[in-house]
């Protein structure tokens, strides 16, 4: 059985329930410029990739380039929402408590809102430092460069690792950089899409209950304190 030395996990949408949040905030924040996305838009193009590539694919889709001053008014409402409403997926707290492997974050969020994001639902002292952005490497996800990057940094073979993502840029990702991977389905962003369509045909094993992590198999062998 594959048991891993690191396990790493996606931010968004993983350890924390942002992603409705996140899209909410900038379909917002978009309208008031005049460009109109719904929620499946943002879904489809935005969810799991870094800012480059979002401002990218409102500029090739609706014509509109988001400059620094759109960026800066985005995460500020973004970050003033996360203050009141932002929380860890449920039963993340008590999984990390369970764990007896290293663990750490690859995100493709932006450190600052990385760092709040953690604090403010109280998984920081989970993870210390050990938090890596997509603002460290070249190329952001599904290029495989922020896993390798993290791993490198952990001082593990990619081959011992195990990531936890929710979005399909992140899977492709961790499937590029020779890792294991599962995808967690129980964001409130995922609520009511098909499992078929989650699992990727297949693709890619998922689990929607951090309670079940454990029983997930092939990784589960010797990897809580149950």
Request: glycine content about 8%; charged content about 20%.
């Amino acid at each position: 059985m594959f048991a891993p030395k690191l396990i790493i996990f996606d931010c968004d949408g993983v350890l924390v329930d942002s992603e409705v949040i996140s899209a909410n905030v900038l379909i917002d924040a978009l309208a008031s410029i005049g460009v109109v996305v719904d929620f499946a838009h943002v879904q489809t193009h935005f969810l799991g990739r870094s800012w480059a590539t979002v401002a990218a694919e409102i500029r090739n889709s609706h014509g509109y380039l988001p400059g620094n001053d759109f960026e800066e008014m985005y995460r500020s409402q973004l970050l003033k929402r996360f203050e009141r409403e932002l929380v860890p997926t449920p039963g993340m707290v008590a999984l990390l408590q369970s764990l007896t492997v290293n663990v750490c974050v690859a995100t493709s969020s932006t450190p600052k809102r990385a760092k709040r994001s953690l604090e403010l639902t109280g998984l920081s002292p989970f993870f210390g430092a050990d938090v890596f952005t997509a603002s460290e490497v070249e190329h952001g996800k599904p290029a495989p460069d922020l896993f390798l990057h993290a791993a490198s940094r952990m001082q593990v073979d990619p081959a011992e690792c195990l990531v936890i993502e929710d979005a399909v840029p992140g899977i492709q990702a961790a499937i590029h950089a020779g890792m294991q991977v599962l995808r967690f389905t129980g964001g409130s962003h995922l609520q009511g899409v098909s499992e078929n369509v989650l699992a990727l045909n297949g693709q890619v094993r998922c689990f929607d209950k951090w309670q079940h992590f454990p029983e997930m198999g092939p990784h589960a062998t010797s990897i809580t304190n149950r």
